[in-house]
């Protein structure tokens, strides 16, 4: 995850400054990207990158607990779940994880639209302590409403895709093959983001706008609650304004989900291979002799087992 941000970073940045309404988007994806490095250099382009890294840790930790949770929760007697329910338990778990971590994608807006040549934060603390103490504790949370409303429209989105993946391909779920899995990822992503992009464009704007920044912020419309921006951003931008960004977003999808998953698998190999269940990380080859439905400790017991039974012992004149 952290080395599929990184790599995309200059797509989300981008992304973030067309929904803010910054100026530097006024002349397109390219013409945003050029000014943005003249103006301040091509280190700003990984402005609130590391923000996002260290927010992967806890929200990916309390995502995958509150899943678990979830799941037992919404499994019936016999211990089946729905489709539906699964994916209801995957979104209440990524809305949960979104809460907690709510303040690190603030201050990663708030590091992304100032000037990275005179900066108003001077770091990830140094921006939580500004907000905290010049706008209050809530500040952290501003723009949280349309985060959590913009999960329905993306796990209908994501769900909707799902069911149909059989019609689609033709075949049944359990015979596609990691290219296809990789395909319907990218698919069910762009069809979600693009449903529920306008509350996060909302979210975006929401969280940049303070009295206390330069230029109110740098976003585009001036509004007082959620349902005011909304109302803004489409008279003064139109309908499609509250899709501006759409284009950087779905092109980051492709490099973001490909560059996860090969990392994911290739990580997975080397765990295999250390753990002795194949011959190589390089490949899924099987070590041969070796019993695949082992866990990971009884293997370990097996080759220090065998290894004892294998090693010459001392005769009684030596010792």
Request: with cysteine; charged share 15%; glycine share 8%.
């Amino acid at each position: 995850g952290a080395l599929s941000l990184s790599l995309t970073a200059p797509l989300e940045l981008v992304t973030v400054l067309a929904q803010v309404g910054t100026w530097h988007c006024r002349r397109g994806l390219r013409g945003a990207g050029h000014s943005l490095c003249r103006a301040e250099g091509l280190r700003a382009l990984w402005k609130g990158n590391l923000t996002a890294c260290l927010r992967l840790f806890p929200y990916s930790a309390l995502q995958l607990a509150a899943s678990r949770r979830l799941v037992i929760l919404f499994t019936d007697e016999l211990g089946h779940i729905s489709h539906w329910r699964a994916i209801m338990a995957g979104s209440l778990a990524g809305m949960v994880a979104t809460i907690v971590t709510y303040p690190t994608d603030v201050i990663k807006t708030r590091l992304i639209v100032q000037n990275r040549l005179e900066p108003f934060y001077e770091g990830i603390l140094h921006a939580f302590y500004k907000i905290y103490h010049q706008e209050g504790f809530l500040a952290l949370y501003r723009g949280v409403s349309p985060a959590i409303l913009g999960a329905v429209p993306f796990s209908a989105g994501s769900f909707f895709v799902y069911i149909n993946l059989d019609k689609i391909w033709r075949e049944p779920i359990v015979h596609f093959t990691p290219l296809q899995n990789f395909i319907n990822g990218c698919v069910a992503a762009g069809v979600a983001q693009t449903l529920s992009f306008p509350f996060e464009t909302v979210k975006r704007k929401m969280q940049a706008q303070s009295p206390w920044l330069p230029h109110y912020g740098a976003a585009d419309v001036h509004f007082t609650g959620m349902a005011d921006c909304f109302r803004q951003t489409v008279k003064n931008k139109g309908v499609l304004g509250l899709w501006s960004g759409l284009t950087p977003s779905l092109l980051k999808i492709v490099p973001y989900f490909g560059v996860m998953f090969s990392t994911f698998e290739f990580c997975k190999r080397v765990c295999l291979y250390r753990n002795g269940y194949i011959e190589s990380p390089l490949n899924y080859k099987l070590t041969p002799g070796v019993d695949q439905s082992l866990q990971p400790q009884e293997l370990r017991e097996l080759k220090l087992l065998r290894r004892e039974n294998f090693e010459p012992r001392k005769s009684a004149l030596e010792n």
